[in-house]
Nanobody, 120 residues
Framework: QVQLVESGGGLVQAGGSLRLSCAAS????????MGWYRQAPGKQRESVAT???????TYTESVKGRFTISRDNAKNTVYLQMNSLQPEDTAVYYC??????????????WGQGTQVTVSS
């Protein structure tokens, strides 16, 4: 069973910081791109940040300069450092990984989601 286990969500005041982590596990996995997505109540899910196996990154405009995505390939883990958090960042954050799994092939996998709430 392939799993993406997320951690690091919580409640913070505006201007605060949080660091999200997502670790991938499974049988003989090889991870390509990884990313973070979020979905606020009543809103569609949007891409927040992505990172390739070569550490090339992309960010949605609203988080540029505040969020940083990184990965540790040895640990099969992706991180999202979130600074200067604002109430509009409140959402459920989901980890995503494009990976190859022995006996399955290349597939897109999602974490369970972790709640981030920013109060004003």
């Amino acid at each position: 069973q392939v799993q993406l286990v997320e951690s690091g969500g919580g409640l913070v005041q505006a201007g605060g910081s949080l660091r999200l982590s997502c670790a991938a596990s499974g049988r003989a996995i090889s991870i390509n791109s990884m990313g973070w997505y979020r979905q606020a109540p009543g809103k569609q899910r949007e891409s927040v940040a992505t990172i390739t196996s070569n550490s090339l990154t992309t960010y949605t405009e609203s988080v540029k300069g505040r969020f940083t995505i990184s990965r540790d390939n040895a640990k099969n883990t992706v991180y999202l450092q979130m600074n200067s958090l604002q109430p509009e960042d409140t959402a459920v954050y989901y980890c995503n990984a494009d990976m190859y799994v022995l006996g399955i092939g290349r597939r897109d996998y999602w974490g369970q989601g972790t709640q981030v709430t920013v109060s004003s």
